[in-house]
């Protein structure tokens, strides 16, 4: 069965830090990963996965996460933080050679990012 | 994601009430699925559906039934609400394969007195 981690409800950043939110992951075989937001009152917006390649994963907003296959882990990082960046953050996975699970995604339980003038 | 669409955005119900949320979207996708977020427990998957004729059950299906009446349109409904029942629900969107994202609607609150 495939499972995520998300090991901090909450981050906390001060603007122009860098940032990085945790996740790791649990699969059977090799797992493909997203990195979702959520800004208040509305859905969850797509923002990068990996898929097989380089272990740097470019993204949306001027994100990025890293893939380490030795610590199961998919952290998302940005270099300098924003106010605008306070959202929730969810990290998923899908295992590929989890058939019946069909394309399921796990979601973990999200981290709230909190980014301080 | 404006290509997804969900009505109602909230919803206030009582017990024993029968519920239907809908969910529609532009985006020409094949895949459409049905989650719920509670705080703390993440997205929790309902159901999905990989086209028209294929429904299937998620982690949480007990208490929901979905109906998928066209590749654009998938329901969910509750046919007697109860209040743990009360939560985020979200629909999304995806292409087919394993590493394609998907997109989710704006969401909508249900509260179930």
């Known amino acids: 069965a495939q499972s995520v981690a998300q090991p901090e409800d909450q981050v906390n950043v001060a603007e122009g830090n860098p940032l990085t939110v945790k996740c790791t992951y649990s699969?059977?075989?090799?797992?493909?990963l997203f990195w979702y937001v959520q800004y208040p009152n509305r859905g969850l917006q797509f923002l990068l996965k990996y898929i097989t390649g380089d272990n740097l994963v470019k993204g949306s907003y001027g994100f990025e996460a890293e893939f380490n296959k030795s610590q199961t882990s998919f952290h998302l990082k940005k270099p300098s933080a924003l106010v605008s960046d306070s959202a929730l953050y969810f990290c998923a996975v899908r295992d590929i050679y989890e058939k019946s699970s069909g394309d399921k995604l796990t979601f973990g339980t999200g981290t709230r990012l909190a980014v301080r003038p | 994601d404006a290509d997804v669409t969900q009505t109602p955005r909230n919803r206030i119900t009582k017990t024993g009430k029968r519920i239907m949320l809908e969910c529609s979207q532009t985006?020409?996708?094949?895949?459409m699925y049905w989650y719920r977020q509670d705080p703390g427990l993440g997205l929790r998957l309902i159901y999905y559906s990989f086209d028209v004729k294929d429904i299937n059950k998620g982690e949480i299906s007990d208490g929901y039934s979905v109906s998928r009446q066209a590749q654009a349109k998938f329901s969910l409904s509750l046919e007697s609400a109860i209040p743990n029942q009360t939560a985020l629900y979200f629909c999304?969107?995806?292409?087919?394969?394993?590493?394609?994202?998907?997109?989710f609607g704006p969401g909508t609150r249900l509260t179930v007195l």
């Open positions: 985006k020409g996708h094949d895949r």
């Open positions: 699969v059977s075989g090799n797992p493909y």
């Open positions: 999304a969107t995806s292409d087919a394969g394993f590493y394609n994202e998907q997109f």
